[in-house]
Nanobody, 113 residues
Framework: QVQLVESGGGLVQPGGSLTLSCKAS????????MAWYRQAPGKQRELVAR???????NYADSVKGRFTISRDNGKNTVYLQMNNLKPEDTAVYYCNVFESQFWGRGTQVTVSS
């Protein structure tokens, strides 16, 4: 059974940083493409970042240069480092085995002064 557990969300001021973690069990983050999505109130869920099995990364235009996706194969964990956060980054962030039905329950990120 695949389980994804996100952590690291919280309240941060504009310009601040957070690092989200996604601990996987039942699936290898090394053998699967992994992704972070987010959903803001009243908006559709959107792809934020993706990392392939080969380590290539892709980002939404809105977060390029500010967010970094990475993984630790030994810990079977995927991370999302978020810098220079903006109020429009406020959303629930979800971890996903890319293009699968496996999702975490999400972690809330709120950027506000």
């Amino acid at each position: 059974q695949v389980q994804l557990v996100e952590s690291g969300g919280g309240l941060v001021q504009p310009g601040g940083s957070l690092t989200l973690s996604c601990k996987a069990s039942g699936a290898s983050v090394r053998l699967n493409a992994m992704a972070w999505y987010r959903q803001a109130p009243g908006k559709q869920r959107e792809l934020v970042a993706r990392i392939t099995t080969g380590g290539n990364t892709n980002y939404a235009d809105s977060v390029k240069g500010r967010f970094t996706i990475s993984r630790d194969n030994g810990k079977n964990t995927v991370y999302l480092q978020m810098n220079n956060l903006k109020p429009e980054d406020t959303a629930v962030y979800y971890c996903n085995v890319f293009e699968s039905q496996f999702w975490g329950r999400g972690t809330q990120v709120t950027v506000s002064s």
